[in-house]
């Protein structure tokens, strides 16, 4: 009896929770502490200490009405404010209160854009590989998700194939900067160009196409790589940003959406998310929570620990004979698979007790996904592992 | 650019709004102490003492990464299964963990429950006067929302015109008990005679249809009127709850739904909820907040403030000569319109200061609502407003 839409999903969600179950009994057979599981995004790494100053700072000086009671749908004017102060000092932009609309996280923050934007039959395009839900979030308003095909062996986008599925149709564009699952980040070039094949494509069909920028790691990132700030370039942007890795707050269902001056319809826009955040059932970003963050928006979680993960990881697979994409950004590591069939080799590996996602859960078959937000234990118990995996590799 | 279905919404979200602006208009004339807003159920109640030092009390004794990290879509296992202990304790059902799913507010939860059992065009039954964004929660999952006319003048529910709507599509009947705009609550002999006009139905048309029973309100009741435990009268019943009032956290977005094992395909609405609240981007109920009232569950806000409100302000409307339903719990009031045309009677209770909303937001023309989790001050300074607004009616 529930929905024909569920059925389908039910089916793909037993396959996440069998491996769920498969890593709960390898841990009772070989003991928790040798079973390596590299399958969830699940920060293993607590919120920087102000994060709790600051909820208690907000506990004792707000008035509990206000702090735990119901806001504009789109989150409080003074969050709302120092939100866009804080990324206009970062990045040279002029947002105002009004541009920024608080979300329950960054999943929150697409659905309510989509909802915002999106008829049904409506096309939205994505780059492969893509975080997987962008495939549900485009199905809950009817969409259809047209995915480009991977740039191999870069993983940057491939705008030539890109330009070519653009479409009448065509409403949005979802990109992931850094990008869930290579860890990729794509320069300004890449954005540039994205731009200008995108400004040619509206006005040869009279249509807006809105690039939604899905950008939940964009603190994450190493050395001195530079996450470009796509308002900047594209007048049709939307930004949706979390505080879940920058904060490691990612229970707490806290983000927002930058909907700038400059796109198109831009007050239709502001006044539909705010809309929209109401009837999908958020009501708005939960509230302690939101003035919480606005405390600690120039805060973020320990980057050095992902970074230490995130060498010995790739040092480690490398040596294995694994080829990996080194990652500038996020906290996964993207393998080639050694097999033709990753899910060959994810079995495999799950023999040695290494958990890892086949690429294709994220439109990119022949890869797998690792993540590095574990602990260091786990990577350092992992790599004689990996070792052996591929010694047997050679023997077949 | 925004998609249809939101430039409808737009326009009517512009009427609230439009109510908003001129409430600040009115303030900026007549000063804001003068100026009494009977429009917004925010409740003007700070959270029980108990819940600050439980949140500190989270916030010291567990780990960070558990506080504020991901868990189960449908919400921490240990939460689950405290707050089914406490609804068997109080109703004597049986609930386990397995049958919570913690949500996003009641909001959040309805939203589950829909995506989880509706197909486009499948049929929700409601009684009017009802919540109104029950319209837009089907209209997410393209359902259509069936209303039962009002009974009037004793606002309970119409069986037999229910009876009546009933068809092989439908699919789900919302109820509001105690109601959201009246104040009314079903007693457990209108259940019964819901229940089984339900499986005599079910029988005939050889199809499941579910109860989902909307319960924000279930502990605002006055005296010693009890509101039923559906799920123990109708094995097809999902409950919908939230904080919102019961611990005065509107802002906090915390609630669940209640799944029962005798509800038809329980194991699935169980596995698709949990993927739904994915997918509709919650990914899960805020963190913090979780853990924080599953230390609550015995509390609730200060129902003597209420009850002290609704004492005040049903008999001073009733002297001033309107007629008012009787609210036995909520904290609404539910009066008709001595015009026939309520909107003109609500622009005129405008030009006395007095913002209430008109009953056709609800479904129900004829009639108004106001709420009274207002401050005290404020009833007393809209008494006389109403009493003189009546006054020049008898004039006309």
Redesign the interface.
Known sequence: ??????KT??VG??AIRAMFEEGKRLAAIYGEENVCDFS????????PES??KA??DV?DED???L?????NNSGYEDVRAKVAESINKRFGTSFAEKNIVMS??A??????IL?????PGDEIITFAPFFG?YR??A???DAQLIVVPASIPDFQLNLEEFEARITPKTKAVIINNPNNPTGVVYPVETIIGLAEILRKKQKELGN?IYIISDEPYRELVYGDVEVPYITKYYDNTIVGYSFSKSL???????GYLVIPDEA??SE??I??A???T????????????QRAVAKCLDEKADINFYDKNRQMLYNGLTEAGLECIYPDGAFYLWVKSPLESEFEFVNMAKEHQLLIVPGTSFGCPGYVRLVYCVSPKTIETALPKFKALMEELKKH
Request: charged fraction near 15%; proline fraction near 8%; glycine fraction near 10%.
């Open positions: 009896m529930i929905s024909n839409k569920m999903l039910l969600s037993s969830l995004g699940n920060p293993n790494l607590p919120p994060v709790k909820i208690i506990l008035e509990p009405t702090v735990h009671g119901y806001m329950v996280g999943a929150g923050g697409l659905n309510v909802k915002t934007l999106i008829n839900e549900n979030y199905s809950n308003f807006d490691s707050l990612p229970g707490e269902r806290i198109a319809d239709d826009l006044g539909a705010n809309v929209a109401r009837i999908l059932g958020y009501v708005s970003a939960p509230s302690l929570i």
